[in-house]
């Protein structure tokens, strides 16, 4: 079976062009394992919103390629949605996109002052350290020391 790394990539891959060719974004992929049951997510998105007709749109378009492809020897359920409010920060892409709005994140491990949630602006991305204006004061997180970031969608 090809490793999850491989799968979500190989699966980018195949989905990136059908997205676009429905006037989508991909957001994001992946490939879990909940129970016994295996997942592949795929997250759409575009400028106005993603509504279900998008989603159904984008499932049957990647139906076939898919099973052409067929780079998941296990059985999954394939799931397609938006990425939701608050959604995932993971990729340089989701970052550079989002200079300028409201974000949260989580520290893996609390900072020197017992602090590990922070809030504020993205102000910029670069090289994995994130720059958030966090109460009028720059603050650099490095993105593989927290936890997750998230959009924050309730305070934008």
Known sequence: MASKPNVVSIVRGIAQPVAESLGLRLWDVRFVKEGASWFLRVFIDKDEGIDIN?????THA????LDEADPIEVSYCLEVSSPGIERDLTRDEHFEAMTGRKIKLRLIRPDENKQREFAGTLLKYEDGNITVNVDEEEKVFVKKETAWVKLDDFND
Request: charge should be negative.
């Open 54 to 58: 998008d989603c159904v749109d984008m």
């Open 62 to 65: 990647l139906n076939g390629p």
